[in-house]
């Protein structure tokens, strides 16, 4: 493997910008990463290698200033590039190509990062799966609905990518990968340019190999703080184990994962106790359901009504079932939300962020799903921040992780213990 692209990207942005590093250098053993796995693990939809290399040499001829000057960066294919094939993984729109950027595109280039290319999406980021495969073993899914992306950066084809994030696409495929996912706060990323699903959850999120990482691209694209991973926390922090409501749902393995991350946290410093959310937001795992599908409906309105025959039966079926449904029914699950979205903000009195599962168990076997995200919906609901972080594997020899949640738009906080923890735990 070139050592080039096991270079974080952080790292390789403070060379670039040193002269120590050129973008091409950079870019280019990445399109050799990609030449060499992607027929195995089909990650990408779409990679033009000769403008990649284009926009590199121009990064070092005129050196420009910014976070990404010369990083290149993958996008979940689900968002708008102007002048590259977006087809949000629908016979649909095979041949579509927007005249247009996305927000979080056009913010990556004016950050002087480099568009690598599309990665592959479930079909409109819902259920029905792409080809991608987990590059850790060929026979499990990466997860989804952001598969590409975490494949991609988990096979080190790219340092950082965009997910989204509508029930648990980026938390659990970046869990299922062994890698790092920040889900930002609802509304930290701006989605113009990205094609709907659920307007009242749908969140932009990112991968990449480390918190740091995360946190840079965020950073660049939102003006949200870049947390100073240089320096200690000024305590160590106070921790609120939470096995949730659907404990009983995680595999023994998991469960034994995150009790072992409590004990070693505690013997780190942390202070460690058991937490429980009001025992209401246990409706939340139905209520996100209810609230995606009725929105959902109504987002893809257009192509259920003129092109039925070219979704997939599932996402056919659930669209005509939700079109049906009536008003009331939504109306009341965003009500309970919004009432648990204040109630949420109180439990940080006496803690920082919880601990808890990121998925329920290793990546299943198999292509033709994603996994559940049993573990991901209510935080999708509530809005709040999101970092998940490898933390062992299971009897598959695949990765188990945990996640570190924290109050709404309190990221800096949330970055900055997932960061202590990964390094708690080594």
Known sequence: MNTLIQLSAAAAARRIAAGTLSAEDYVAAHLERIRERDGEVQAWVHCDADVALAAARQ???EKPRGPLAGIPVGFKDV????????????????????????ACVALVREAGGIVLGKTVTTEFASRMPGPTRNPLNLAHTPGGSSSGSAAAVADFM??????????????RPAAYC???????????I???GLKQLAESLDTIGVMARNVEDCALLVHAVSARTMPDFTTKLPQAPRIGLLRTSRWQDATPPAQQTLEEAAKTLAGKGASVRDAMLPPEFDRLHEDQVRIM???????????????????????????AEYAMKPRALYDEAQQRARAARLRYADQFADIDVFLTLSAPGEAPVGISGTGNSLFNRSWTLLGAPCVTLPAGTGPQGLPLAVQITGAFADDERVLRVAEWVRQALG
Do not use: C
């Open 158 to 171: 790219v340092p950082l990518a965009f997910g989204t994030q509508t029930g648990g696409s980026t938390i």
């Open 178 to 188: 062994g890698i790092t996912g920040y889900k930002p706060s609802y509304g930290t």
């Open 293 to 319: 599908n009725f929105e959902a409906a109504r987002a893809l309105a257009h192509e259920r009504r003129t092109a039925p025959q070219l979704l997939s039966d599932h996402l056919r079926g659930k669209l």
């Open 59 to 61: 990064i070092d001829r």
């Open 190 to 192: 701006n989605r113009a």
């Open 79 to 102: 968002i708008d590039t102007a002048g590259m094939p977006t087809g949000y993984n629908s016979p649909i729109y095979r041949d579509h190509v927007p005249v247009v950027d996305a």
